[in-house]
């Protein structure tokens, strides 16, 4: 019989997990060409502004495999509802049996992004961090930051939106956290402040610029994750000491580094 899990009951599973460790492990998988992850799947709207991606995979010599969708429809705020949505669907790795479906809403792709880049910044950030730059307001803004905070020591932050009242919804919320936030509509700003910045937007020009980011710094890109998504000025790239791809062969065909 199919097992189907509510947003409710993953959440609370959820609260009993290490996710920031679980996603460490899946990168340390994948890197040792354990895991299989063919290439993604999309669907990209433009009235209104929308899209949905479709991945899968597994873990070699594991017992299940996982199809995902998971979208977000940028205008949903006028009706009241989550930018983002989806759900996920286990497989038997052994008999290909549906075993469960998750109802998380897009939740666990929320939570897992997050959980990277909180892994990206317990290995690559600056050993001591000033401020934080959050270029984003939105739910994964939240996230990220909130993430940032298991393996983050700063609590001094600066964020970037699109509108004073985005961003100070944004400072409201965190600073009742336990943050100590300064907003900004311009970019700028955030590049000339902090030395870990991370990107969080579905922006398809670049909103850091290379001639405004301070050596030293670290960034974690993650908006960018289609072919016409681009939140970085090339040049910021072209002088990074490095760059890290979560997934080399997807990054050639999307994001910053494509």
Sequence with gaps: ???????????????????????????????????VVPPVGEMLFEDPRGEAHIKYGFIKNNDYFVVKIASGFYENFKFGLPTNSG???LFSQKTGELLAVLLDEGQLTAVRTAAAGAVVAKYMAPTTVHRIGIIGAGDQARRQLLMLGSVIACRDVTVWGVSQEEVDLYKQDMETLGYSVDTTLDP???AKTCNLIVTVTPARHPLLHNDKVRP???????????????????????????????????????????
């Design 1 to 35: 019989v199919t097992k189907v899990y509510s947003l409710s009951q993953i959440s609370n599973a959820l609260e009993n997990i290490d996710v920031v460790t679980c996603i460490e492990e899946g990168f340390i998988a994948y890197s040792r060409n354990e895991v």
């Design 188 to 190: 700028a700003v955030v």
């Design 87 to 89: 759900l996920m669907l």
């Design 216 to 258: 030293g710094t670290h960034i974690t890109a993650i908006g960018a994750d289609t072919p016409e998504k681009q939140e970085l000025d090339p040049k910021i790239l072209a002088r990074a000491d490095i760059v890290v791809a979560d997934s080399i062969e997807q990054c050639q065909s999307r994001g910053e580094i494509y």
